[in-house]
């Protein structure tokens, strides 16, 4: 179905009803009780697991396939936020336009990028995206003002001529983004008893891309294409001595890469039309880097699976403050109360990345496949004990 064998069929559907049902999976405990902390079924929230999920699905197609370890993948993010909102200030607010032209640009960019950098492989080719990368962020912070508003900014404003659309609305505000009228930033809530359940147009918008993405990825990895890209990965020395040149496959993979991280770019825009500088920070370049490691390079659903890893201890653990620590121990004598959340106090809050750091340690010395060998060791656990029990049953049942 769709072009895919049964196993990829399932992987597809799983992943879609993870997306889909995002509200009701994410927001487990009661709206009301001290765990709703680890809720995680906001809005804003679940469009940056999708969105960053797309942006990790394109990097693995070069990072994972080919091996190239770019540095400079936030660039492409970058610049396809600044099309997006440019097209939301010059023609309307409709995110269509703005996510098509995030695409297009970064493609463009990322096709200009790759085909200099590959030029060298290697650590080599790394440090040229660093540096790419590093360019893009200061032209867009001091020296492309006129384009990027530096230090504050691209924003929309009530002046823009906006082509197709409206500069301001009735009440004189600026119009929101939408898709055909249907406005990303409406949400329906839904309540159950002590659970809240909100339902965002923005979310579902993003997670149709999200699996439309994946998909598209899918068909990339079983393809010749990306057979020609495993080659590169594995032996790129002997692949140029069969006589096939490998530049420009690595460099289709690139583009494409770039490409997706346009389309985040665009999303991100889309659900909050502002862009900065910061998106291209290298930071954020080594971010996506991490995702993919901790999810499993070179696997299909491992990028995804990292990306919400990340955002999650992001948005959830960095929350956690020395209020919420005592309201957690306070059915504690002081004493020991006061001890716990001087212990605790190091890993959450603004030491979240001390936590993310021990457990990205932790899974790239026990898990080097990532999150995805985690999930298939278990999945082998409970295989080896179901024939364990088939052979005690027969064993216990007496010949006829």
């Known amino acids: 179905m769709l072009g895919l064998n049964k196993r990829d069929?399932?992987?597809?559907?799983?992943?879609?009803?993870?997306?889909?049902?995002?509200?009701?999976?994410?927001?487990?405990?009661?709206?009301?009780?001290?765990?709703?902390?680890?809720?995680?079924?906001?809005?804003?929230?679940m469009q940056r697991f999708v969105i960053f999920g797309i942006f990790a699905i394109g990097f693995n197609i070069l990072f994972g396939l080919t091996g190239y370890l770019s540095f400079g993948h936030a660039a492409f993010l970058g610049v396809g936020s600044y099309s997006a909102v440019w097209m939301f200030k010059l023609l309307s607010m409709n995110v269509v336009p703005a996510i098509l032209l995030s695409v297009v640009v970064a493609g463009l960019f990322s096709l200009l990028i790759g085909f200099i950098s590959?030029?060298?492989?290697?650590?080599?080719?790394?440090?040229?995206?660093?540096?790419?990368?590093?360019?893009?962020?200061?032209?867009?912070?001091?020296?492309?003002?006129?384009?990027?508003?530096?230090?504050?900014?691209?924003?929309?404003?009530?002046?823009?001529?906006?082509?197709?659309?409206?500069?301001?609305?009735?009440?004189?505000?600026?119009?929101?983004?939408?898709?055909?009228?249907?406005?990303?930033?409406?949400?329906?809530?839904?309540?159950?008893?002590?659970?809240?359940?909100?339902?965002?147009?923005?979310?579902?918008?993003?997670?149709?891309?999200?699996?439309?993405s994946f998909y598209i990825a899918i068909r990339i990895f079983r393809s010749p294409f990306g057979m020609m890209l495993r080659a590169i990965k594995?032996?790129?020395?002997?692949?140029?001595?069969?006589?096939?040149?490998?530049?420009?496959?690595?460099?289709?993979?690139?583009?494409?890469?770039?490409?997706?991280?346009?389309?985040a770019g665009g999303l991100l825009a889309s659900m909050d039309p502002l862009a900065g500088a910061e998106r291209m920070q290298w930071t954020a370049s080594g971010e996506v880097v991490l995702m993919t490691i901790l999810g499993g390079a070179g696997t299909l659903i491992g990028p995804v699976l990292g990306a919400g890893f990340i955002k999650y201890f992001e948005n959830i653990f960095s929350k956690i403050n020395d209020s919420v620590l005592h309201s957690w121990f306070s059915f504690m004598p002081d004493?020991?109360?006061?001890?716990?959340?001087?212990?605790?106090?190091?890993?959450?809050?603004?030491?979240?990345?001390?936590?993310?750091?021990?457990?990205?340690?932790?899974?790239?010395?026990?898990?080097?496949?990532?999150?995805?060998?985690?999930?298939?060791?278990?999945?082998?656990?409970f295989r080896r004990k179901k024939p364990d029990d088939a052979k005690k049953s027969t064993q216990s049942t007496p010949a006829e």
């Open 335 to 381: 004493g020991l109360e006061n001890l716990l959340v001087t212990l605790v106090h190091p890993f959450v809050g603004k030491g979240w990345h001390l936590t993310l750091g021990l457990l990205f340690m932790l899974v790239v010395i026990f898990l080097p496949g990532g999150l995805v060998e985690g999930g298939q060791r278990i999945a082998r656990l």
């Open 9 to 45: 069929f399932s992987l597809l559907l799983i992943v879609a009803i993870l997306a889909l049902c995002a509200p009701f999976l994410l927001n487990p405990f009661p709206a009301d009780s001290a765990m709703a902390q680890f809720n995680a079924g906001y809005p804003d929230l």
């Open 234 to 263: 594995s032996n790129n020395t002997r692949m140029t001595y069969t006589g096939l040149n490998a530049r420009p496959y690595a460099l289709a993979a690139f583009v494409i890469s770039g490409m997706y991280a346009g389309l």
């Open 118 to 212: 590959l030029r060298r492989s290697g650590i080599y080719f790394s440090i040229l995206t660093l540096a790419f990368a590093q360019m893009s962020f200061n032209l867009a912070y001091s020296v492309l003002t006129p384009i990027t508003n530096g230090e504050t900014g691209l924003q929309l404003t009530l002046d823009d001529p906006r082509i197709l659309g409206v500069s301001r609305t009735e009440d004189g505000s600026i119009p929101v983004t939408n898709f055909f009228g249907l406005e990303m930033r409406d949400t329906y809530e839904m309540i159950v008893g002590p659970w809240s359940f909100q339902f965002n147009n923005g979310y579902y918008l993003c997670a149709i891309l999200m699996l439309l």
